[in-house]
């Protein structure tokens, strides 16, 4: 029986300029990644869905989160919580729905055709 050599895998994950941890050479967030394979996708459906992912690297991402999962759910947590405070950001710096209620309401009503 031919022996089988034993290397030691290289976990497929980069941190981008961002901060942003990426799988393989794809441009794929880590995150979603793992937010997939916590609901319910399989290694190959989540391959179908990102074809930029290569199924081995997609495997070995997830034996790592799978070996540690305190530090990828730690590193999960801060990505909501800057993806929350980036929202409010954002929100804050948009005008009302209130106030784009009404402007799309007088719109409406400066182009609707007389009824006779």
Not at 24 to 50: M, T
Not at 59 to 68: E, K, P, S
């Amino acid at each position: 029986m031919p022996a089988l050599t034993f290397e030691p895998l290289s976990v497929p994950l980069r941190q981008d300029e961002t901060g942003t941890i990426r799988v393989g050479n794809s441009q794929v967030p880590y995150d979603l990644v793992i937010h997939e394979f916590e609901d319910g996708s399989s290694p190959e459906a989540i391959v179908d869905a990102y074809d930029t992912l290569e199924l081995a690297d997609v495997y070995v991402a997830l034996a790592y989160y799978l070996r540690h999962q305190d530090e990828v759910k730690t590193y999960l947590s801060q990505r909501q919580a800057e993806g929350d405070e980036l929202r409010c950001k954002i929100e804050a710096q948009q005008p009302s729905r209130e106030e784009l209620r009404k402007k799309l309401e007088a719109r409406e009503q400066a182009h609707a055709v007389p009824v006779k």
